[in-house]
């Protein structure tokens, strides 16, 4: 039913910046939280970031104070500015979020719905 759909990813040096963006798509009745998560080859998905419907937000301990993430709620979108990037950010980033969408007349709730994810590389 819904989906995500993110942009921005590409191959920045070491201290650029870069801005990603992700937009659910659908008819989405409202968001709860989302977030952003990572995964580099060999290595687990974590958590980079999130944020609430009111607001509030939460970093990893290795990202903090040089991403920040930010929502529209009336675009249904999320975003995450990437600044001062070190190679080790080089990963696939993913977007996620728990929402409900419109079914006809019926609100329908679905969780832990994923982006298609995006390369983002840091070269030293």
């Known amino acids: 039913q819904a989906r995500l759909v993110e942009s921005g990813g590409g191959l920045v040096q070491s201290g650029g910046s870069l801005r990603l963006s992700c937009a659910a798509s659908?008819?989405?009745?409202?968001?709860?939280?989302m977030a952003w998560y990572r995964q580099a080859p060999g290595k687990q998905r974590e958590l980079v970031a999130s944020v609430t419907s009111g607001g509030n937000t939460n970093y990893a301990d290795s990202v903090k104070g040089r991403f920040t993430i930010s929502r529209d709620n009336a675009k249904n979108a999320v975003y995450l500015q990437m600044n001062s990037l070190k190679p080790e950010d080089t990963a696939v980033y993913y977007c996620?979020?728990?929402?409900?969408?419109?079914?006809?007349?019926?609100?329908?709730?679905?969780?832990?719905?994923w982006g298609q994810g995006t390369q983002v590389t840091v070269s030293s």
């Open positions: 996620n979020a728990d929402l409900k969408y419109m079914l006809g007349s019926e609100v329908m709730s679905e969780y832990d719905i």
């Open positions: 659908g008819s989405i009745a409202s968001i709860n939280a």
